[in-house]
């Protein structure tokens, strides 16, 4: 197994660089006056939130079953996607790679911090290329490697991780936003093997909280640090805190929003297959079917017209639009506007 000296990844002024944490949150205080943020007395939200995120990380910790010491906390996995991006990618001379078509920011905070971004072309099952991997990673050795499982926007998981971890030299994210509708095993696991692995998860999705802005990062304790050390010191509101810290005790909630959601995909496909204006729908692990449609721009902007939002992904895959499945009546909407599609 190949071990990585993870500071000869991260970029030259990251490597020195302190995370801010707030006095008071690096201590225990049985009865304090604080006296010391400039905050005002009075408030219902008068307080900092804890810079540390100390609650929320135990409570992950014992629910991944990984040290508090191993998992950041973003408003968003997106914060997390800038700050992984930020620790190791030197602006204008380093690059990211990522999976084409994939999840769009990862190319997005690439740019905002001036790197470049090498894109991996899907095969028609928007499957990766082995061969094309090793050819773009051997001539341009990108730092950081974006691999999205299941895949946004295609919904299918990518096969054979850990060929792509063992094989990259530098940092691989694998972002499972959409793990938990999944029956693929997530890599946590595999955090114990590999020192160049991130796991990016998020509660916007299964956990119903995009609201909320809460993603986190599994690593290692030594990029664990580095992450943090870039990022705001008070990165994510209390009430999102609170929010989660609750939610994450009903624990049941989200196997029953998993079970819905994953019935009524079950319901919304048995009645899109037989729908002629609909060519093919795309084999899917997450929440979304990637659909397509003889005519994609008259589907997509008929629903558009009476407001039932999708994504077209046409051109980019041609005649697709990605779905992602809602509330019974809210699909119900979709069949029924899609029943009116003239071919
Ligand atoms: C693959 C993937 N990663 C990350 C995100 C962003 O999640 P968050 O809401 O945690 O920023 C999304 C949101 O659509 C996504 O599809």
Redesign the pocket.
């Known amino acids: 197994m190949k071990e990585f000296n993870i500071r000869n990844l991260v970029r030259q002024n990251i490597l020195e660089l302190q995370p801010y944490i707030s006095f008071r949150d690096l201590n225990e205080f049985k009865n304090p006056v604080f006296l010391d943020a400039n905050e005002s007395a009075a408030g219902e939200l008068n307080r900092y939130p804890d810079s540390t995120q100390k609650k929320l990380k135990q409570k992950l910790s014992r629910l991944k079953g990984i040290p508090a010491d191993q998992i950041a906390i973003g408003n ?4 997390l996607i800038d700050l992984i991006i930020k620790v190791f990618c030197e602006p204008k001379n380093d690059s990211i790679l990522m999976m084409n078509p994939s ?1 769009a ?1 990862y190319g997005f905070y690439a740019s905002v911090n001036g790197n470049d971004v090498l894109l991996l072309d899907l095969d028609e099952n928007f499957e990766i290329d082995k061969e094309e991997f090793l050819k773009i990673t051997n001539e341009k050795q990108p730092k950081v490697f974006f691999l ?1 499982s299941p895949n ?1 926007p295609t919904g299918n998981s990518v096969e054979d991780i850990e060929f792509y971890i063992q094989n990259f030299d530098g940092i691989v994210v694998v ?1 499972e ?2 793990i938990e509708f999944s029956e693929k095993e997530s890599c946590i696991d595999l955090l114990e093997k590999y020192s160049n692995l991130i796991v ?1 998860q ?3 999705k299964a956990w119903g909280m ?1 609201g909320a ?1 809460v ?1 986190t990062a599994y690593s290692s304790k030594k990029i664990t640090r580095f992450i943090n050390s870039v990022k705001a010191p008070y990165n994510v509101n209390s009430l999102s805190l609170n929010k989660i810290i609750e939610l994450i005790d009903k624990k049941e909630f989200i196997m029953v929003n998993v079970k819905n959601t994953l019935n009524e995909m079950y319901w919304l496909k048995n009645i899109l297959q037989d729908m002629k204006c609909i060519k093919k729908i795309y084999p899917s692990d997450a929440n979304f079917f990637l659909v397509e449609f003889r005519n994609a721009e008259k589907v997509y902007d008929l629903l558009l017209e009476n407001e039932i939002l999708t994504s077209k992904r046409s051109p980019k895959i041609p005649g697709c639009i990605r779905i992602n499945v809602g509330r019974r009546e809210e699909n119900v909407r979709l069949v029924e506007m899609l029943k009116t599609v003239e071919l």
């Not at 968003?76 to 914060?79: A, K, T």
């Open positions: 968003g996995s997106d914060e999840f920011m999205c946004n972002d936003a959409y990016l998020t509660f916007s995009a802005r993603g």
